[in-house]
């Protein structure tokens, strides 16, 4: 049905409207709402206690023009992949697939491999962020799933708190030809003004030139009810300053920002901060710097 309705309305690419260039949103959910498995999504954000599907984002893709977008696990099973699949089956705005695998699984390389079958599998990534050991991804384990993510082309997503950068740093390095990206700028402490520390480990990874960072989940990490364009600013400004404008991209983080902000308003403000910058600059933060990462 979905797809149907793209073809009357034209092809997804044709949903773009930021001059020659459609936008790419490279970090967004669905999910069937199940109360304990989805246990993260607690009362305080029961405005997302409920099915998010294709349908549900294609006409605010299209009202915000839009080209594409990249969907990301938000359930740590295969199952997730399998659900993801389907919904990137029945909706061509979808371009890639950031996935989950067990990477300290003896068989990962067969897992990987089976995914690599898939055109829009790009990538895979842990919810690192919530692990006791602060420092899983150093495990050897761990790090021989990652070290076989490049043979099948394969992206890595870190999902993580500022605690975490210097491990995720030392895993980068460790990998320098694996293509890393920070989800949600690392997840500062935006709303109680928590900058320093995450600042100076932002440079530090960023010096890393396989990794790149989305500018996302900022308004969930401000206060959700009293955030303004000017709590975000600083944090902004420093990624585009560590990491310049050709390894950065937007991510909506749609659903989840929802119980911040709508999805306009949170691109609506990157558009704005990003309107004084050259063409080509705009370009690659809304769409070129996604594609390129994920082979879209």
């Not at 409207?17 to 069937?32: A, E, K, L, R």
């Not at 990987?112 to 420092?135: I, P």
């Given at each position: 049905?979905?797809?149907?309705?793209?073809?009357?309305?034209?092809?997804?690419?044709?949903?773009?409207?930021?001059?020659?260039?459609?936008?790419?949103?490279?970090?967004?959910?669905?999910?069937q709402f199940d109360p304990v498995r989805d246990s993260w999504i607690n009362e305080d954000m029961r405005v997302i206690q409920k099915d998010f599907l294709p349908e549900n984002l294609y006409?605010?893709?299209?009202?915000?023009?839009?080209?594409?977008?990249?969907?990301?696990?938000?359930?740590?099973?295969?199952?997730?992949?399998?659900?993801?699949?389907?919904?990137?089956?029945?909706?061509?705005?979808?371009?890639?697939?950031?996935?989950?695998?067990?990477?300290?699984?003896?068989?990962?390389?067969?897992?990987?491999?089976?995914?690599?079958?898939?055109?829009?599998?790009?990538?895979?990534?842990?919810?690192?962020?919530?692990?006791?050991?602060?420092?899983?991804?150093?495990?050897?384990?761990?790090?021989?799933?990652?070290?076989?993510?490049?043979?099948?082309?394969?992206?890595?997503?870190?999902l993580i708190f500022p605690d975490q950068l210097g491990y995720s740093l030392e895993l980068a390095k460790n990998f320098p030809n694996q293509r890393f990206v920070v989800d949600h700028v690392?997840?500062?402490?935006?709303?109680?003004?928590?900058?320093?520390?995450?600042?100076?480990?932002?440079?530090?990874?960023?010096?890393?030139?396989?990794?790149?960072?989305?500018?996302?989940?900022?308004?969930?990490?401000?206060?959700?009810?009293?955030?303004?364009?000017?709590?975000?600013?600083?944090?902004?400004?420093?990624?585009?300053?560590?990491?310049?404008?050709?390894?950065?991209?937007?991510?909506?983080?749609?659903?989840?920002?929802?119980?911040?902000?709508?999805?306009?308003?949170?691109?609506?403000?990157?558009?704005?901060?990003?309107?004084?910058?050259?063409?080509?600059?705009?370009?690659?933060?809304?769409?070129?710097?996604?594609?390129?990462?994920?082979?879209?």
């Amino acid at each position: 049905m979905l797809n149907a309705l793209e073809n009357r309305a034209g092809s997804g690419d044709s949903l773009g409207g930021d001059g020659d260039f459609g936008v790419i949103d490279s970090h967004q959910h669905f999910w069937q709402f199940d109360p304990v498995r989805d246990s993260w999504i607690n009362e305080d954000m029961r405005v997302i206690q409920k099915d998010f599907l294709p349908e549900n984002l294609y006409l605010l893709l299209q009202e915000n023009g839009v080209a594409g977008t990249v969907i990301v696990q938000s359930d740590q099973s295969e199952e997730e992949n399998a659900f993801q699949l389907a919904n990137a089956a029945s909706a061509d705005f979808v371009k890639g697939i950031v996935g989950w695998v067990d990477l300290q699984a003896d068989n990962v390389e067969e897992r990987l491999q089976y995914y690599s079958g898939f055109a829009k599998m790009k990538g895979f990534r842990h919810v690192l962020q919530g692990e006791t050991n602060r420092a899983l991804m150093l495990k050897p384990a761990f790090k021989r799933g990652i070290s076989l993510l490049e043979k099948y082309g394969f992206t890595y997503d870190i999902l993580i708190f500022p605690d975490q950068l210097g491990y995720s740093l030392e895993l980068a390095k460790n990998f320098p030809n694996q293509r890393f990206v920070v989800d949600h700028v690392a997840k500062p402490g935006i709303k109680a003004g928590q900058i320093a520390d995450w600042k100076r480990a932002m440079h530090d990874i960023a010096q890393c030139q396989n990794v790149c960072c989305k500018i996302s989940g900022m308004v969930t990490e401000a206060d959700w009810k009293l955030w303004k364009k000017e709590d975000l600013l600083p944090y902004i400004d420093l990624v585009v300053e560590a990491f310049g404008t050709k390894r950065i991209m937007f991510g909506s983080d749609w659903p989840v920002c929802l119980v911040a902000a709508s999805y306009k308003q949170w691109l609506d403000l990157l558009r704005d901060y990003f309107a004084g910058f050259t063409h080509t600059e705009r370009a690659d933060f809304f769409s070129g710097n996604a594609t390129r990462f994920y082979n879209l």
